[in-house]
């Protein structure tokens, strides 16, 4: 039997409710923005609530037989849109959970409401005009057959207990595997609302909502875990209830505030919410002048530990946070806006801005600190090496930690150039653990030890410190994917697929993404998946017809050199026009076989110290070069320059 869902029909879940007949999605009686075809999908899950639904099913329902070349990233778009209007996770789900291969499940309890139920013998039910779907079919094997009147009833309250049972048990997997360490409180730092009515304004609303996430960090690290930034900014201009904030970024309070800046003056203001029940805990409102902005930042840091009854040091007092000239101030707050947008026109205007605040304040370590990042990043991010690249991040580095031996960043800062540039391990693992000693929540640090532990072959500590870094900032996709090429060095093929799987629900035009995803099935041996996905990222990038073509090949191990050589020939068109390092060039070699080439440019990444050369050993695409005594001698002359690095 099948109910015929009049055209004033409601679905009720949650606080929302969604009307057929207009087309509208409402929370709490608002109206929430929905585009017309994700509305249909949306729809057409919640009839389905508690059952699988393919993707090809939700293709056929919504599209139908029209002419929809790419449904696939039609379907994307559609849940990624349903989701950030309902305020949903995918690594989190409160409403729409993702089944691998599979397709998706409306998990939410869902309430229908008709006028004017009529009973019919149709295997299916109008939801549009040009869409159908199929309605939920009546649990089997019932111990007694229910009536027409209440077989309904029946279905939904067996719905519900069935649904509150898999989103308690989920949610309690989730819970047991994001929870912190015993005692520890997580809290994030909402992006501070810029009120002035100037966009250009934004970098210094964003400068202190990293200041904040900065100093809180510093608090009293055992006890207080504190939300990436990355995380933290994707809610920047968001409407989301706190609530769903906060079960997204796994923390129990939540801090909110708003700047409003008027020539000379500003107007800060800030409030602690509970994110169990909304509740604001402590709410403050500060009027100053400009030049009052550190001490603003300070005592909110206070308040909000008081409210939290975190003590630095029980029975001591706590260290006042350097204060640098507030010019000097200015200037480091546009260089990290700028720093943390990790493009090369970024980067280098970034740097000018970190040179004006140590050049205003001399002793302003925390500048030195980022000064010393956006040197690194140029390189890795911008494609850029200039000559005096390495020994200016080094300098800059070393000039924080002499300015501030408690600064989290400074240590975290020396370590990843004792770590990629001067290959100083064991002076880059005392400067990794000081950092981390010093502020736990800081998501740079964990990541860059996870990567020295992974190239130290010390495998799991390393993997646990790249999964730390993105429990950190867990919705930023660089982290997230950086856990799945972690998994590919340790050789964890399918928790890399299910990772790049994961990233690409956060951002499904995440180009590494497709790579992790790429490399992982062609290591696990998955040749025609790996094509598959090669043959997205070539369209991506522009490739010719006749170079797609060539992916064609009845012999998969043919296909896979046809997309290498595809490989190696953009790179030589990027090189045209931006630095590529020699570890690229030796990699793009190996991978189709031409050993002279990569040896050539192996001895090119040794001499001037490629920063990736520290990887080497773990990297699958040099596996047919192991037993060459040329390979066995660099690896053995890498280990030796590490250890004449640590002793000078």
Not at 47 to 68: M, P
Not at 246 to 259: C, D, K, M, R
Not at 369 to 377: F, N, P
Request: aromatic share 10%; charged share 25%.
């Amino acid at each position: 039997m099948r109910a015929n869902i009049s055209e004033t029909a409601l679905f009720r879940f949650d606080i929302f409710e969604l009307e057929l007949k207009s087309g509208e999605l409402r929370r709490d009686g608002v109206l929430v923005k929905l585009q017309p075809q994700p509305f249909k999908v949306l729809a057409f899950l919640a009839s389905q609530a508690g059952q699988v639904v393919t993707r090809e099913e939700i293709q056929q329902k919504i599209w139908g037989n029209e002419t929809f070349v790419d449904y696939e990233q039609g379907v994307n778009f559609c849940i990624k849109r349903i989701r950030a209007a309902l305020g949903d996770s995918a690594q989190s789900p409160r409403f729409i959970e993702t089944l691998p291969r599979r397709g998706y499940r409306f998990i939410a309890p869902v309430e229908w409401i008709e006028e004017q139920p009529v009973t019919e013998k149709d295997d299916v039910v109008a939801i549009s005009s040009d869409a159908v779907i199929s309605a939920p079919e009546e649990p089997p094997d019932s111990p007694a057959v229910p009536t027409a009147q209440n077989s309904r009833g029946v279905f939904l309250f067996g719905a519900l207990v069935l649904t509150v049972m898999l989103v308690t048990a989920g949610y309690l997997i989730w819970r047991s595997k994001s929870i912190p360490p015993a005692g520890k409180i997580m809290l994030a730092v909402l992006p501070f609302e810029n009120l002035s009515g100037d966009p250009e304004q934004d970098y210094f609303s964003d400068g202190l909502t990293e200041e904040m996430i900065t100093q809180l960090g510093r608090l009293q690290p055992q006890r207080l875990g504190v939300i990436s930034r990355t995380s933290s900014m994707s809610f920047k201009k968001s409407n989301k209830d706190m609530m769903r904030v906060g079960n997204e970024l796994g923390v129990a309070y939540l801090l909110a505030g708003s700047v409003r800046r008027e020539t000379d003056r500003l107007r800060i203001t800030a409030q602690l919410i509970q994110v169990s029940d909304r509740t604001s805990l402590w709410a403050e409102t500060y009027d100053r002048r400009i030049q009052d902005t550190l001490t603003i930042q300070s005592d909110v840091a206070e308040r909000i530990a008081q409210s939290l009854a975190v003590k630095l040091l029980p029975g001591q007092p706590q260290a006042q946070a350097y204060l640098p000239h507030p010019d000097a101030h200015e200037a480091y707050l546009r260089g990290s806006y700028l720093k943390n947008k990790l493009a090369r026109e970024d980067l280098e205007k970034g740097i000018g801005y970190f040179e004006q605040a140590v050049a205003k304040d001399p002793n302003y370590a925390l500048a030195y600190a980022g000064l010393a990042e956006s040197w690194r990043l140029l390189e890795f991010y911008g494609g850029v090496r200039p000559p005096d690249l390495r020994p200016r991040a080094k300098e800059a580095a070393l000039k924080a930690v002499r300015l501030d031996e408690n600064l989290a960043e400074a240590h975290a800062a020396l370590a990843s150039v004792k770590f990629w540039y001067d290959w100083d391990w064991t002076g880059a693992e005392q400067e990794f653990k000081r950092a981390l000693t010093l502020n736990p929540s800081l998501a740079v640090a964990h990541h860059d030890y996870g990567w020295y532990l992974i190239a130290r072959e010390r495998f799991d500590e390393g993997l646990a410190e790249v999964k730390r870094a993105q429990e950190l900032d867990p919705l930023s996709p660089q982290a997230n994917i950086d856990v799945g090429w972690a998994c590919i060095r340790v050789r964890r093929y399918d928790e890399a697929i299910k990772q790049s799987r994961r990233t690409m629900e956060l951002e499904p035009n995440f180009v590494q993404a497709w790579g992790c995803l790429m490399r992982a099935y062609q290591y696990k041996g998955m040749l025609a998946e790996a094509l598959a996905e090669g043959r997205r990222i070539m369209t991506r990038a522009g490739a010719a017809q006749e170079e797609l073509a060539a992916l064609n090949q009845d012999d998969l191990a043919l296909g896979m050199r046809s997309f290498e050589q595809w490989v190696l020939n953009h790179t030589k068109k990027v090189a045209e026009r931006r630095y590529v390092s020699a570890y690229d060039w030796a990699t793009r070699y190996a991978a189709l076989g031409e050993n002279e080439q990569a040896f050539e440019w192996l001895e090119k990444g040794y001499s001037n110290r490629d920063p990736m050369m520290v990887l080497l050993n773990t990297d699958q695409v040099v596996d047919h070069l192991r037993s060459e005594p040329r390979f066995i001698n660099l690896l053995r002359r890498i280990q030796t320059a590490a250890q004449a690095s640590h002793a000078n």
